[in-house]
């Protein structure tokens, strides 16, 4: 690729694409970062808490089947931007969760339905509403990535921009606890959720589909469009209805179930990571407020790594001869082995803190590569008409995994916690989120042992 001939514009929607990301991921932390104070503010169990990052995973994994649906139906320019300023206002409105809790509570009073918590009420109902807007992130930025990249690049395009997740974990851990701290709690939610629409302002100014992109040069484009499933990015409106896939039918294909069942398997390691490492921070070590900022800073930094070094990994591959999507299924396996070392944690633990944040550290890192990958399979073997579809299928999948997971960690908590040793609920955990990428990668094996792109939709 001779990168002065073909221009590269498509890297300014890359970059687009990464800082919308971040912005996506500085939402959804802020409050497993203020988790201890509102737990101590409002009297949460460990059960309480689950409950509502439960919200919020089921939420987001429901949204998730439609999210893809609807990016698909109004294109990627307006379904990103609806996305955004549904996910900004949800976060903005956790400042008013108290009192919007405390109006449902009494609503549902009337009803005959009482005993509940407003606080937790309130959260809920915040959270859900951030998870419908967030849901449209990937499926519109996984889309970007198949308009503007050719295959070959794709996987560490995406790569880029879910390196986004990584900064907004490290960003969230410096200003979170610190706005919180010196403004209370509120401002915290209004102050990251405005954030959103500021990118807002530069996605009109700087995106359209690449047909239509003027600041585009015709070599580029070309290179854009040299797959062939790229020909064609504009299609008319009676072209868009004949391209409709159904659902049903997308889950005909073994190549559908491979994607959503190492989403499932996966997806929810990374959410509990997100969610509950503050809480093991100040359960086992007694770490809070802003003593956390540097040790979770460091961690998620750790995963910028993964994200980018993952997405160019399979070009290894790729380069020797492989077919895109057999070469990231021998990158997947390298990837799935790191998170093993999440096993030492609890047993070397007592040594220092430090010692559990790096090997975590590497288990997280070993995620995004292997998100930047298992994403990048789906544009590897379906049309680009169905990609956000398709994403939308294994996000919901992911988000009931993410369910799964936070409320059995919740359980194990609470459980612990009255026997005197919350540590062992976090030392099963840990054991499962070692293994959970080695049993995923070879299910997906075992339903598409080899490159077989979809050529009958």
Not at 117 to 130: D, E, K, M, T
Not at 207 to 229: F, V, W
Not at 245 to 269: C, E, H, N, P, R
Request: proline share 4%; charged share 15%; aromatic share 16%.
């Amino acid at each position: 690729m001779n990168e002065v001939k073909t221009g590269n514009y498509r890297w300014t929607i890359c970059a687009l694409l990464f800082f919308a990301t971040t912005v996506n991921y500085l939402d959804r932390q802020v409050l497993s970062l203020l988790h201890t104070t509102l737990e101590a503010e409002f009297g949460w169990s460990n059960t309480d808490y689950a409950n509502i990052t439960a919200s919020f995973q089921f939420v987001y994994a429901l949204s998730m089947l439609f999210a893809g649906r609807i990016v698909d139906k109004l294109g990627t320019k307006w379904g990103y931007a609806v996305a955004i300023i549904v996910w900004s206002l949800g976060a903005i409105l956790h400042a008013k969760a108290i009192p919007l809790g405390q109006g449902m509570v009494s609503m549902l009073g009337i009803a005959g339905i009482t005993g509940l918590s407003f606080s937790v009420v309130g959260f809920i109902i915040s959270r859900a509403v951030l998870a419908i807007g967030e849901a449209g992130n990937f499926p519109a930025a996984i889309k970007a990535t198949a308009e503007y990249f050719p295959k070959k690049e794709r996987s560490f395009a995406t790569g880029i921009f879910n390196s986004g997740a990584n900064v907004g974990a490290i960003l969230a851990p410096l200003t979170v606890p610190w706005i919180a701290h010196r403004y209370g709690w509120e401002a915290a939610f209004v102050v990251i959720g405005a954030v959103g629409f500021l990118w807002l302002i530069f996605w009109f100014i700087f995106y359209e589909i690449p047909e239509r992109q003027k600041r585009l040069s015709k070599n580029e484009l070309a290179y854009i469009l040299t797959d062939p499933d790229q020909h064609g990015i504009v299609p008319t409106s009676s072209e868009r209805e004949a391209k409709k896939v159904s659902w049903v039918k997308l889950l005909g294909y073994k190549q559908t179930w491979a994607f959503a069942i190492g989403k499932f398997l996966t997806d929810g390691v990374w959410w509990f990571f997100l969610f509950w490492l503050p809480s093991y921070l100040k359960v086992q070590y007694g770490m809070d407020n802003t003593a956390i900022m540097i040790p979770l800073a460091v961690l998620y930094s750790m995963t910028m790594f993964g994200s980018v070094g993952g997405g160019w990994f399979p070009m290894y591959f790729i380069n020797k001869g492989f077919s895109p999507y057999d070469g990231r299924m021998k990158a997947m396996l390298v990837i799935a082995l790191f998170p093993l070392v999440i096993l030492a944690a609890q047993p070397l633990g007592h040594l220092t803190f430090w010692i559990p944040v790096v090997l975590i550290g590497i288990g997280a890192s070993a995620h995004q590569a292997w998100s930047a990958n298992i994403f990048t399979t789906v544009s590897d073997m379906f049309p680009k008409k169905a990609v956000g579809s398709v994403v939308g299928i294994g996000g919901m999948a992911g988000g009931l995994g993410g369910v799964v997971l936070s409320k059995l960690g919740g359980a194990l908590f609470d459980h612990y916690k009255a026997l005197g040793h919350t540590e062992t609920g976090y030392t099963i955990m840990f054991a499962i989120c070692a293994v959970a990428y080695l049993f995923a990668w070879s299910i997906m094996k075992a339903l598409v042992p080899k490159y077989k792109p979809i050529t009958d939709l």
